[in-house]
């Protein structure tokens, strides 16, 4: 049994049967057993399926957002914004399966058509720090595009998934096309990444195990698309609202506990502007709210373990230059403090590493080339802000800057229309928008002699 632990209390809040190798390789059989039919489906049944899934989940959306919160650790309100986001992404790709279109390609002697097919079973992998919203982004084209699932959810936070598998079933999914294996990655992930009938891995996590998956999946040629790490860029002009910037700032790193692949964790103040950002930031960041998750006033929750937690706090030893830092509650949990390190050379361990807690690295620069210039020197390129009144500047910025996603005067990263992935080592391939149906769908070409 998988004992599920509640961060905010280190206390067991589930046991369920954990899944190994042969589970695994019995999901994978279902999904395989499953595919001819749902291939068939007729587009308009394969979205009417979609659309009662979605329904069917926003009638249980209050008890999957309580289960969300007390599982990861998030704040309430956060984890009703994911449950929102979840039905969104499945009505949203309910929209696909009668969209998948295929070209006419003039050639000679014939006619030349293309379709595009769904890849068979495709394994789905996902991390525990917003599970059941990244698991939509993945099963929802999946399904769309006619492809059968077996999602693999963290070991940490199987609870949604687990749900989102039960209120398929009850929606009318037929049996075998979402089959959910609640299992440690290295058992059951690793599986799906070497079982020949799989034929696609779709990844959200660390990039060191995103390595592994990319050469275990060589082997059979898997398709992949790799959602990784971060270290992303906010940078600061000093032509900006700095008001505005220094308010959105501590979330763009705290929100869900620093525990997020878009977190923009290096905070590049351009010198002019240090002081009075710095002040503007430590009253936003000594105004955070810590604590119980399931509070309504609650915006930052704990960590996810206690490993985390001592992760995390190896990026704060006692010489770290703390500049500010907000408070947590006392007694059980896996409290961090949000934290300001400033100013923090880009070379320094705690600006190279994604950290994901809630520690802010805050970087000083002169200009605009400097900005680009140190934005680029991570490993990663995953998302990223820039704050300025100057259009031009923005816009030049925005593509000198090697990230997949970027906001201006903004910290938002991800909507369901709209592509999101990495460049970089954060990643492989595009979730979300139009772009992730090419993710889990082949190009069959086929030429008619018409002589
Ligand atoms: P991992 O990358 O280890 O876990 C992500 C998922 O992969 C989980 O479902 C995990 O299963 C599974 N997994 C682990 N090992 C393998 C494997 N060998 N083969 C296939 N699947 C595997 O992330 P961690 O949970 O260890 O977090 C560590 C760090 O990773 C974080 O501190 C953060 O830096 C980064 N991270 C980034 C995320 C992102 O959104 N990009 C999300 C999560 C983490 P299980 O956990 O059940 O063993």
Known sequence: MIAVVEPATERVMAEVPRAGVEETDAAVARAKRAFPAWRDVAPADRAAHLRRLADALEAESAELSTLEARNAGKPITDARGEVAMVIECFRYYA???????????????????????????????????????????????ALAAGNTVVLKPAELTPLSSLELERIALEAGLPEGVLNVVAGPGRECGQRLVEHPDVAKIAFTGSTDVGRGIAAGAAQTIKRVTLELGGKSANVIFADADLEAAAAAAPIAVFGNAGQDCCARSRVLVE????????????????????????????????????????????????????????????????????????????????????????????????????AVKIANDTIYGLSGSIWTRDGAKALRVARGIDTGVISVNSNSSVRVTTPFGGFKQSGVGRELGPDALEHYTDVKNVYIATG
């Not at 696909?96 to 003039?106: M, N």
């Not at 007694?331 to 590493?353: E, H, I, K, M, Q």
């Open 95 to 141: 929209g696909a399966p009668e969209r998948l279109l295929g070209q006419t390609i003039p050639v000679a002697g014939g006619v030349d058509v293309t379709f595009r097919e769904p890849l068979g079973v495709v394994g789905l992998i996902t991390p525990w720090n917003f599970p059941l919203v990244i698991a939509s982004w993945k099963v929802a084209p």
């Open 271 to 370: 010198r002019s502007a240090m002081d009075e950002f710095m002040a503007a930031l430590e009253r936003e960041v000594k105004a955070i709210r810590v604590g119980d998750p399931l509070s309504e006033s609650t915006q930052m929750g704990p960590l996810i373990s206690a490993d985390q937690r001592e992760a995390v706090a190896s990026y704060v030893p006692d010489d770290a230059p703390v500049a500010i830092q907000g408070s947590v509650p006392g007694g059980p949990g896996f409290w961090f403090a949000p934290t300001v390190l400033a100013p923090v050379s880009n070379s320094d361990r705690a600006a190279a590493d994604e950290i994901f807690g809630p520690v802010a690295c805050v970087i000083p620069f002169s200009g605009e080339a400097e």
